[in-house]
């Protein structure tokens, strides 16, 4: 070979051209792979922004279709629905999560009737409807791990029968998974699936959603002895293989960004349906950012999201699924 005819491969000829960049792309992002979280609140007639997440609010129920009606129409396969609990109603057994006349049974009913082709995911824990916080009971200054699990079961078992399709319990409590599974076998649910929260890290990124559903402010502590420490990879592994084996579905891993290598890793080991949460404090500082005019907020939103497909994910849970949407159905 000539050194005039040196590099005989170009990786840049693939890249020449806009056809031929689409023909090479590895992988792609879609509309079928976004989940929407949406935050609702009681009371009429009120949309309010959550301060720390400009673009997502929290939305009284008769207000609720309208909302989710564009978004449905772009197709978005489900929503995940999180409520903002009144703090009259909640107490540090997490008893409203028991109530069949909650503000997410009565969002699930509603949303089953208008948009009867969406997924509706119920996030499963006791932190929206504590006082102190936290995702479970407390025994001895401690978030009782089996205490928890009958509760837990309660609350599942309650929000399949208001129309939940997708049970995610984000607890982190052991055994959470078969215990719910039995507990939605028992009663009939058996077409109700769950996604676990498998491997769900403590982490600071979740400040925003605290303050979307209230349940920042009064958090006594962290939640270090139930999530996992962000030191762990091997022990993200055992918690799926566990959830796998007790009956869950599909599995998450929380948040998203931070823990790609732990989507690529539980990807590859379980071949599973694996989700990424793409949580609020990631959202939180693109959309910071884009609104200083430090980086372009679409093209940002689409590489974050596109990042999540490259590492394994079958799906992301983003407060950006209305935007990627609207933008991949323009596209
Ligand atoms: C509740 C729950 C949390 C999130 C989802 N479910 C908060 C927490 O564990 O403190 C966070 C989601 C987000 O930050 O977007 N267990």
Redesign the pocket.
Known sequence: MTAGRFPTTRMRRNRHDAWTRRLVAEHRLSVDDLIW?VFVIDGTDTVTEVASMPGVYRVTLDRLAAHVSPVAALGVPALALFPATPTDLKDAEGTESGNPENLICRAARLLKREFPQMGLVG?V?L?PYTDHGH?GVIRHDYVANDETLAVLTRQAVNQAEAGIDVIAP??MMDGRVAAIRGALDAAGHIHVRIMSYAAKYASA??G???EAVG?GSALRGD?KTY?MDPANTDEALREVALDLAEGADMVMVKPGMPYLDIIRRVHERFGVPTFA?Q???EYAMIMAAARNGWIDQDRAMLESLLAFKRAGASGVLTYFAPAAARLLRAT
Request: hydrophobic content about 20%.
């Open positions: 979280p996030d824990a932190d995702d984000s607890d990124f979740y925003p959603f605290r349940s939640k999530q949460y949580v609020s404090g």
